[in-house]
């Protein structure tokens, strides 16, 4: 006997995405999951964010680790609030990891939470976590052809951040390829071309971020 | 390595199907991948082998199909089966496309007795 099902096999996490989603809406607070491989900048990315925007408005951070909470500790000067879920080997959190990790904070004093996603660029990009955007990191060393090889990612994101451009001189990274892949893949998705560790390009993701929290 | 979480959630949805029906085995599952999720299916057919041993899925086959990447031009309609990493029209070579075949991880149906 054959039984029709006809369902997402994701159900279960698209159902409490959409739970964090309506209470992170209710509490006006605005959830952003980034997303890049091992080392691309993400901590940097936060730590740069956070010594922008800290005094400015409330910022709450959710590390997802395989094993550790090296990302965390990097991220305690700014007196935040931080948890860290450690996903003991799996490659991406999800909703009920998110859902779980909301309950310690206090979402009245929170205005913007960024998700540091487990450094991998396919799996985290089929979780939905509740955010209101993705946004994609790459960095210059890993190759210019990520988003024609992973277009999931760089459909779904909202902003694609370009790491380490002041590495491309000791690098075979060629701009213009990545630029055009990214073209290929996602006309329209903008894309910030940055250092976080000298700076270059930093003002307009912090000018796009404000936006996005002002919306 | 979401193949493992994948086998996971659809083994539960398998169960709780085939408690409801009563099936003291299942010998079939009818699976859906879209190509936009860079399932390998030979390592999701290890994955789910290892989630349903020992179960009333034990021994089913698992029937995946493959679905390509389809989209659908927003400016002129054109609806077209994605062959590269071009995605737009081509037709009016429009970069306002919607994926409308290709993101599925969807299970059709399991058979049993």
């Known amino acids: 006997m054959e039984i029709k099902i006809m369902k997402n096999i994701l159900d279960r996490n698209q159902d409490k995405a959409r739970e964090v989603r309506e209470l992170l809406l209710s509490k006006k607070v605005l959830m952003v999951n980034l ?21 400015e408005m409330k910022i709450g951070v959710i590390e997802g680790d395989i094993t550790t909470d090296r990302d965390a500790q990097r991220l305690k000067k700014y007196n935040i609030p931080i948890v ?7 490659c991406h959190l999800d909703s009920h990891s998110i859902s779980k990790a909301l309950d310690s904070f206090d979402l009245d004093n929170v205005n913007v939470l960024f998700v540091e996603n487990v450094g991998n660029l396919i799996c985290p990009s089929q979780f939905d976590l509740g955010e209101n955007f993705k946004v994609a990191m790459v960095s210059t060393p890993e190759g210019d052809d990520k988003p024609g090889k992973y277009p999931m990612l760089f459909r779904e994101a909202r902003a694609v951040l370009l790491n380490k451009t002041d590495l491309i001189p000791y690098t075979n990274f060629d701009l213009d390829c990545f630029r055009l892949d990214l073209q290929h893949v996602n006309a329209r998705i903008p894309l910030f071309e940055i250092s976080c560790i ?17 919306i | 390595m979401h193949e493992i979480r994948i086998a996971k959630d659809l083994f539960n949805i398998i169960l709780a199907v085939a408690e409801n029906a009563k099936l003291s085995k299942v010998t079939k599952v009818n699976i859906t991948f879209g190509k936009m999720v860079q399932i390998v299916p030979e390592i999701f057919e290890f994955a789910f082998r290892e989630t349903v041993r020992d179960s009333v899925a034990n021994d089913a086959a ?11 031009c927003r400016n002129c309609g ?23 075949q ?5 299970i059709k149906s399991i058979e049993g007795e």
């Open chain 1, 35 to 55: 997303i890049s491989s091992p080392g691309a900048g993400k901590t940097t990315l936060l730590e740069r964010t956070c010594s922008r925007f800290c005094d």
């Open chain 1, 84 to 90: 860290v879920i450690n996903t003991e080997g799996g």
């Open chain 1, 198 to 214: 000298k700076g270059d390009g930093l003002s307009e993701w912090y000018n796009w971020m404000g936006e996005q929290i002002r």
């Open chain 2, 62 to 72: 698992l029937d995946i199909e493959i679905a390509g990447i389809r989209l659908k």
């Open chain 2, 78 to 100: 054109h609806d077209f089966q994605l062959d590269d990493n071009l995605f737009a029209c081509r037709i009016c070579n429009s970069y306002e496309t919607d994926i409308i």
């Open chain 2, 102 to 106: 290709g993101n599925e991880l969807f």
